[in-house]
């Protein structure tokens, strides 16, 4: 049963390796260098890879806002 197993994985990777059109590993391997879709797809990436930084952000300086907010002293106040 292994033999089988490996003889089939085998043939596999020899018919991905023969054919290499199939085996383009990302979206952008088989289009022109000045492709709308290429540059679709890397401002996609950048807007991926943006967005945990924004959001950690945006969480980040509403928590500090209501910080500091709650530890302002009002100076109206008499607390001597």
Do not use: W
């Not at 990777?13 to 383009?24: D, E, F, G, V, W």
């Amino acid at each position: 049963m292994k033999n089988k197993k490996f003889t089939a994985a085998a043939i596999a990777s020899a018919m991905i390796t023969a054919a290499p059109r199939l085996a383009n590993a990302c979206a952008t391997c088989g289009l022109a260098d000045g492709d709308q879709a290429l540059h679709a797809y890397k401002t996609s990436v950048v807007f991926m890879l943006a967005s945990p930084y924004a959001a950690f952000i945006a969480i980040g300086g509403v928590t500090y806002f209501f910080y500091r907010r709650s530890t302002r002293q009002d100076p109206n106040s008499d607390t001597k």
